[in-house]
């Protein structure tokens, strides 16, 4: 079975923790695509939900496909959010933000009774790291941020487009992709990133995910966090 197969697996997993009459995070990358197109065929089959994206791309996808939105300014509690990773440890803690939706995809995931994480098998790691850790800077504070990041022994690159622009996120901020090597607390590393003026978020996503349905072959198993939501 190959990356992509498991992705769809995955994501087909995930659809059992929606349920009529839900608000639903709809989250952003590859994986979580999967996921809003088979929202949108039980949608059509008669589905009742509305669906909050975590990016504009996904907001667009989701459109496209008949899913009925709504915002954070009309409701204020999602009941199930699905989105993807680009790493999860042991402890189901998440390196997020590969696509640069990380500050949507957090503000999302805050507000969820419970988050629903989709991966293939390459996204299992024994420790964080592997993947650079993307921070979501605003431009000016790019320089002074850089060096404060390279001062805890990281190697430091702004994303670029293709055609060498600085990418630009959604809220028009910045992304630092910065590589640390193995990150062994992940807790201490995120407390010193948000406490840096000049950082928007963080792409650590600590004691958040509630599940996390990983595809490795045929077969999808389901990892719950200790203590978390169950459903």
């Known amino acids: 079975m190959t990356h992509d197969e498991e992705?769809?697996?995955?994501?087909?997993?995930s659809l059992r923790f929606v349920r009529d009459g839900n608000i639903v995070g709809l989250g952003s990358g590859s994986t979580a695509t999967y996921a809003v197109r088979l929202l949108a065929e039980r949608v059509h089959a008669g589905l009742k939900m509305r669906g909050i994206p975590t990016s504009v791309q996904t907001r667009e996808l989701a459109k496209s496909a008949g899913i009925p939105l709504t915002t954070l300014d009309e409701v204020q509690c999602i009941d199930v959010t699905i989105d993807g990773a680009d790493e999860f440890?042991?402890?189901?803690?998440?390196?997020?933000?590969?696509?640069?939706?990380?500050?949507?995809e957090k503000i999302v995931a805050s507000v969820s009774r419970v988050l629903v994480i989709i991966a293939d098998s390459t996204k299992r790691v024994p420790v964080l790291g592997n993947f650079p850790l993307p921070?979501?800077?605003?431009?000016?504070?790019?320089?002074?941020?850089?060096?404060?990041i390279e001062a805890l022994r990281a190697?430091?690159?702004?994303?670029?487009?293709?055609?060498?622009?600085?990418?630009?996120?959604?809220?028009h901020n910045y992304i630092l992709d910065c590589h640390f090597g193995q990150i062994q607390d992940p807790p201490v590393l995120a407390s010193q990133l948000i406490a840096m003026p000049g950082v928007v978020e963080h792409g650590l996503f600590i004691e958040m995910a509630d599940v996390v349905l990983v595809a490795n072959g045929n077969e999808v198993r389901e990892l719950r966090r200790p203590g978390s939501s169950q459903r």
């Open 155 to 171: 190697k430091v690159e702004i994303r670029q487009t293709a055609e060498g622009k600085p990418f630009l996120t959604d809220q």
């Open 7 to 13: 992705k769809q697996a995955a994501a087909r997993a």
């Open 89 to 104: 440890d042991p402890e189901l803690n998440l390196i997020k933000g590969g696509g640069g939706a990380l500050l949507r």
């Open 135 to 148: 921070i979501e800077v605003i431009p000016f504070a790019q320089a002074v941020v850089t060096r404060r």
